[in-house]
């Protein structure tokens, strides 16, 4: 079956540190770029990170810029997204979502996964 | 950024009527180089993820039913549910992925009337 699982969220202080997770089957992983997109609770998508094929090509969102870290691990499947200096304003249901083949980051989001959810706060 | 506004925020439409969401960009999302809109529709239900609908402006995703429908091009669009079914209830999303940051619309909630 082709779907994407991620994992790893969870209840953090602010300043605090979480790694997500995002297991991928059923299609050739290595394909594909990948994205990370979160919704606070009773909001709105927002783009947060994206990430290339071979990892060659990686951006974030202005929000995120130099607190979080988008990797991936093609041999096993896995794309990840390291969160630091976590806020407030950063609690959501984080998705990871499937893009186009190759290089391009640019594409439409043709799979998502179910989310995991991030809570910051003391 | 590309600014993306949807409209209305909401709207409540009869069960088998027509429902019209539109989509408008801050610029214009056609590349001209492959003469494509960059722009793509998605729906969410309560509890789940989005879900594509539409991409390249009108290009409906495989499985997706022929009620679903998107115009549209430059910076203005349209999705059209032709005749609405109760399973359309939903938030549906316009995104354009002609530039970085991949922005969203605001949302429109569909309700039954």
């Known amino acids: 079956e082709v779907q994407l699982v991620e994992s790893g969220g969870g209840l953090v202080k602010p300043g605090g540190s979480l790694r997500l997770s995002c297991a991928a089957s059923g299609f050739i992983f290595s394909s594909y770029s990948m994205n990370w997109v979160r919704q606070a609770p009773g909001k709105g998508l927002e783009w947060v990170s994206s990430i290339s094929s071979g990892s060659s090509y990686i951006y974030y969102a202005d929000s995120v810029k130099g607190r979080f870290t988008v990797t991936r691990d093609n041999a096993k499947n896995s794309l990840y997204l390291q969160m630091s200096s976590l806020r407030a304003e950063d609690t959501a249901i984080y998705y990871c979502?499937?893009?186009?083949?190759?290089?391009?980051?640019?594409?439409?989001?043709?799979?998502w996964g179910r989310g995991t959810l991030v809570t910051v706060s003391s | 950024d590309i600014v993306m506004t949807q409209s209305p925020d909401s709207l409540a439409v009869s069960l088998g009527e027509r429902a019209t969401i539109n989509c408008k960009s801050s610029?214009?999302?056609?590349?001209?180089?492959?003469?494509?809109?960059?722009l793509a529709w998605y729906r969410q239900k309560p509890g789940q993820p989005p879900k594509l609908l539409i991409y390249w402006a009108s290009t409906r995703e495989s499985g997706v039913p022929d009620r679903f429908s998107g115009s549209g091009s430059g910076t203005d669009f349209t999705l059209t549910i032709s005749s609405l079914q109760a399973e359309d209830v939903a938030v549906y999303y316009c995104?354009?992925?002609?530039?970085?940051?991949?922005?969203f619309g605001q949302g429109t909630k569909v309700e039954i009337k």
């Open positions: 610029q214009s999302v056609l590349y001209s180089s492959d003469n494509k809109n960059y």
């Open positions: 979502a499937r893009g186009g083949v190759g290089s391009t980051t640019l594409w439409y989001l043709d799979l």
């Open positions: 995104q354009q992925y002609y530039r970085s940051p991949e922005t």
